[in-house]
């Protein structure tokens, strides 16, 4: 089956600098991963995904980039703010013989200092 | 559309009791997911479903725990009988592509078994 492992599992940053999280997936066949960010008290939400026939995606100040023959892949959140403060959770999706599995990350949990 | 809806929004138990979680997906997602969170086991995928007809349901722990769709529009997850070690935040999430797409959280039920 699929082990996906997420680092750090904690990070403090000043507000205005970058974060930098990533993830490690064990089986070559996944395809799918997708971040979601989930404030406290509240559900998990899609922030960015990424396909693997693509290697980098960008949305205004948060971007993922995949590396396939590594198999890991990372979210970089640029110019941080306080409300990027939650737990951002990783994740990988595998078609196997029995159907569709999905993996999620341990989780980061992120405070922006202001 | 209201999102996707949960009940209850917290359940107070005690061991032994069944236990019946409700979900409503958004309306026209053909795919629908059943998660546990726990500080120990992070976000677990336990069964999902595609056109009211269970796929995968490698996650559910154990005979104790059963999903059903009756319906396009309605999902149960029963704990029968309820332990302790079932406290968690059990989501709810739909889909209207799939796995590999953006999935829609609920707010979540808090269980606890006392």
């Known amino acids: 089956g699929e082990n996906v492992e997420q680092h750090p599992s904690t990070l403090s940053v000043q507000e205005g600098d970058s974060a930098v999280i990533k993830c490690t997936y064990s089986?070559?066949?996944?395809?799918?991963f997708p971040w979601y960010k989930q404030e406290l008290g509240k559900r998990p939400q899609l922030i960015i995904d990424i396909r693997s026939n693509v290697g980098e995606k960008k949305d205004q100040r948060i971007a993922v980039t995949l590396n396939k023959t590594a198999k890991h892949f990372s979210l970089h959140i640029t110019e941080t703010q306080p409300e990027d403060s939650a737990v951002y959770f990783c994740a990988a999706s595998i078609k196997g013989l029995s159907g569709n599995q999905f993996y999620f990350g341990t989780g980061t949990s992120l405070t922006v200092i202001p | 559309d209201a999102g996707v809806i949960q009940s209850p929004r917290h359940e107070v138990t005690e061991m032994g009791q069944e236990v019946t979680l409700r979900c409503k997906p958004i309306s026209g997602h053909d795919y629908l997911f059943w998660y546990r969170q726990t500080m120990m086991r992070g976000l677990e995928l336990l069964i999902y479903?595609?056109?009211?007809?269970?796929?995968?349901d490698s996650g559910m722990p154990e005979d104790r725990f059963s999903a059903k769709m009756p319906n396009a529009s309605f999902s149960t997850l029963k704990i029968q009988p309820s332990e302790p070690r079932d406290s968690a935040v059990y989501f709810c999430?739909?889909?209207?592509?799939?796995?590999?797409?953006?999935?829609?959280f609920g707010p979540g039920t808090r269980l606890t078994v006392t």
């Open positions: 479903f595609n056109n009211n007809v269970p796929i995968d």
């Open positions: 999430a739909s889909s209207s592509q799939g796995w590999a797409y953006e999935q829609y």
């Open positions: 089986d070559s066949a996944s395809n799918y």
